[in-house]
């Protein structure tokens, strides 16, 4: 009887994502806890009929068992009925944009979004036709719903906003956007599909930079853009066949490694940094630290109602002092590396440039802390004597 019952008991994501896309059940010499890796261009098909058959792979660049596995394995991480992936996050981002956009479409965008895609927007889809409207990174509802114009076809969000992390009620201005016939899209990476699961909320297509927390070891670029929805699902496809985008194997399966571990790693990035910011908010030249999940901070109210964990990344504004200033206090740092990207073992730093246009930013100096997997004593000492520099 015991048995009978946890069998029927439903797993935990954390454990299935532990035990997502095993090597059980293939048809292989040996059962493995790990899937096969097929490197292939070719697909050798059963018979003439079949080649034509678009129902099942006809060439490696639609992905096979590893590529299949992970798609699988995010679907379920993200409440997906569908995932595509690609070989970046902002190729997921640009990915999905091209999918669902046409000449003379207005985007809507946050003012907080990563700066590489303000880029593509500005550049690439201006040359296309599409015209793109960037709305302040902390608006209300209502008064991004002030934005929309019947020629607005999708809504670009990030929450917390990059750099700057603002939080944004996703579920309300996707339900406006919903109401309107507007697509809306979000770059999930913060919340990773395990502290926010953006289609539970309403949103239609739901972004990730794999390369981050899912893969975990700063070695591989990934992407991954899931929804809910069918005609959607069938978009982003046919952008996928027809621009030839493609993963490769291997890269599938490092991000397989990477997601058994992921509900682990996330939980010690997130209460490491919660301990660094806490430390570094009483810290002589330091005016505000920008990480909603810490009380007190800016947005921690929607972070409470919204997420179910965090990471390890979060802002420093400082008080105004020169830029020298603070690229020599980062320049004493030795266990903190001075690089970009987060979602990795190790811990970064970077001087934050945000560019804003919708509501510019007017206070001082921003620091980008991510918080990896060292010892959080270890990582306070480090900061300590860099910010020496300030107490001179």
């Known amino acids: ?23 059980a059940g293939a048809s292989l010499p040996a059962e493995s806890v790990a899937p096969a890796i097929q490197r292939a261009s070719t697909v050798l098909m059963p018979n003439a009929a079949s080649l034509y058959d678009h129902n099942a792979p ?23 009925s569908f995932c595509q992936l690609y070989g970046s ?30 880029r593509f927007c500005d550049g690439f889809l201006t040359r296309f036709g599409v ?49 309107r016939g507007v697509i809306s899209l979000i770059d999930n990476t913060y919340g990773a599909g395990l502290a926010f699961r953006p289609l539970d909320h309403g949103v239609d297509i739901s972004i990730q930079a794999l390369t981050k927390y899912v893969c975990g ?22 952008t996928m066949i027809d621009a030839g985008f493609a993963v490769g194997p291997d890269e599938a399966y490092q991000g397989l490694r990477g997601l058994r571990t992921l509900a ?10 919660l301990v660094v910011a806490d430390w ?13 999940a810490l009380p007190g901070c800016a947005g921690h109210d929607l972070w409470k109602r919204d997420f179910t964990g965090v990471c390890g990344l979060f802002g420093i504004e400082l008080q105004p002092m020169a830029e020298k200033r603070v690229e020599a206090m980062l320049n004493r740092l030795k266990l903190f590396g001075l690089g970009f990207s987060w979602g990795g073992f190790e ?9 804003r246009t919708a509501k510019p930013w007017t206070g001082g100096p921003l620091i980008r802390l991510h918080v990896g997997l060292e010892d959080t004593d270890d990582l306070i000492a480090d900061l300590d004597q860099a910010m020496e520099v300030w107490r001179d």
């Open 264 to 273: 682990t790693r996330f939980k010690v990035h997130g209460e490491a940094g």
């Open 89 to 118: 996050g902002l190729a997921a981002v640009t990915g999905a944009l091209t999918s669902i956009l046409h000449s003379g479409d207005t985007l809507l965008v946050t003012d907080g979004v990563y700066q590489p895609v303000r």
């Open 58 to 80: 006809t060439y490696g660049r639609q992905g096979l068992a590893s590529q299949k596995a992970l798609s699988s394995a995010i679907c379920d991480l993200e409440g997906a």
């Open 131 to 179: 015209t793109t409207l960037y709305f302040p990174a902390d608006a209300t509802p209502q008064e991004v719903a002030a934005y929309f114009t019947p020629n607005t076809r999708a809504i670009l969000l990030e929450s917390p906003a990059s750099l700057t992390f603002e939080m944004m009620d996703v579920a309300a201005v996707a339900q406006a956007a919903r109401a």
């Open 347 to 355: 811990s970064l730093a970077i001087l934050s440039k945000p560019t």
């Open 280 to 292: 570094m908010k009483n810290q002589p030249g330091v005016a505000n630290i920008l990480h909603p």
């Open 1 to 23: 009887m015991a048995e009978h019952d946890h069998n029927q008991r439903a797993l935990t994501r954390q454990t299935r994502l532990v035990h997502s896309a095993s090597g």
């Open 217 to 238: 070891h700063s070695d591989v670029f990934l992407g991954s853009a899931c929804t809910n929805d069918k005609g959607l699902e069938q978009q982003i496809c046919q």
